[in-house]
């Protein structure tokens, strides 16, 4: 089978962290959440893959080339010039897709069984299946509703809760027949779900709503970020970790110097080639980039370190999000936010 992976979006609502980097590039347990994408697709035996990419394009087509070999499969990056939204990018590789495909946020964190979800797409004989996830607050997502048989009978764009018709959320992860491109004009921005979904409706085509066991983020804020690294380390979603797995909770990035009296508590990752200092105490959820240097008497509870960053002597860290090359002066207490684009001094 083929894919679609969709990542040419800006990632707004993650700012400031995507004003550094595009929103499929941020890592979560230090791994691109594009990677993520690219293990799950290839575990369900997908050949090829299409990835349409737009905003900081560069930063992706200079990891991933235009075509490359990545966990044997064939991904290949194509430049959207200017956005055409979910549905006008896939319409624009239209020539690619000549069987049953599936299109998945490139920018979302799951680890959905896509032959399960494959195999209800076919059972239905549905033009098109799009993968529902319950949630709890509607307000952030567009919901589903669906008949008892799966059918699904309308649309609604983050309602208040009070007037949610469903709090049944489309998850950005769907199963296509080629026809149902026919439905979206060239070269015209268009999405899915505001554009697309409501004409299969009205036109009476077989139109069905997957609800499986499976976990998804569309880590659509910085609160969301931390959470996809705490339910990445606590085991609720089934994706790989890095490293060496030392002790339940700790994970160990190759070339990593960690001094003996560093203290880990919780969930702690740790990077490759990255330092961790004297009376270091690393609790909560923590995840540590590669080549951060981390300095004595340092204190971080349940943060992000991104590649490259620095902790002072003695700094307290809480709640935070620390970018790439971000250095933390000595002794600093921050609390919460996300830290970015000050120049390192190392």
Not at 20 to 37: D, G, L, Q, R, S
Not at 125 to 142: C, H, M, Q
Not at 316 to 337: A, F, M, W
Request: aromatic residues 8%; charged residues 25%; negative net charge.
């Amino acid at each position: 089978m083929k894919a679609m992976a969709l990542a040419a979006g800006k990632g707004t609502r993650l700012f400031p962290l995507t004003g550094e980097v595009p929103k499929p590039m941020a890592p979560v347990v230090n791994t691109p959440i594009i990677e993520h994408i690219f293990a799950l697709l290839a575990s369900h035996g997908m050949r090829k893959v299409y990835v349409n990419v737009h905003y900081l394009a560069d930063a992706l087509l200079d990891a991933y080339g235009q075509t490359s070999r990545i966990n044997g499969m064939e991904v290949s990056l194509s430049r959207e010039e200017r956005l055409l939204g979910t549905a006008g990018g896939v319409k624009r590789l239209a020539d690619r897709f000549d069987e049953t495909f599936v299109v998945v946020s490139g920018d979302a964190l799951t680890d959905i069984d896509l032959g399960e979800l494959v195999a209800f797409h076919r059972e239905k004989g549905a033009l098109a299946t799009i993968a529902l996830k319950r949630v709890y607050d509607t307000s952030e997502f567009g919901v589903v509703d669906i008949d008892a048989e799966g059918n699904i009978r309308g649309f609604q764009e983050k309602p208040p809760p009070e007037e949610a018709i469903s709090t049944l959320a489309n998850t950005g992860i769907y199963v296509l027949e080629p026809r149902a491109l026919e439905y979206v004009p060239e070269d015209t921005f268009f999405d899915f779900a505001k554009d697309v979904f409501p004409q299969l409706l009205e036109a009476g085509e077989r139109f069905v709503g997957y609800q499986g066991d499976f976990y998804w983020s569309d880590i659509g804020t910085l609160s969301a970020y931390r959470q996809a690294h705490y339910d990445v380390l606590s085991g609720k979603v089934r994706v790989s970790i890095p490293g060496e797995k030392r002790s339940e909770g700790l994970w160990i990035g190759e070339d990593a110097k960690i001094h003996p009296s560093a203290s880990f508590e919780g969930y702690v990752v740790v990077g490759g080639d990255a330092v961790i200092g004297r009376d270091v105490v690393l609790s909560g959820s923590v995840t540590v980039g590669r080549d951060c240097w981390i300095r004595r008497g340092a204190t971080i509870k349940s943060s992000i370190l991104l590649p490259g960053s620095t902790v002072g002597d003695g700094a307290y860290l809480e709640d935070c999000i620390v970018g790439h090359g971000y250095d933390v002066r000595p002794g600093e207490i921050i609390r919460g936010g996300a830290l970015i684009r000050r120049p390192s001094r190392h």
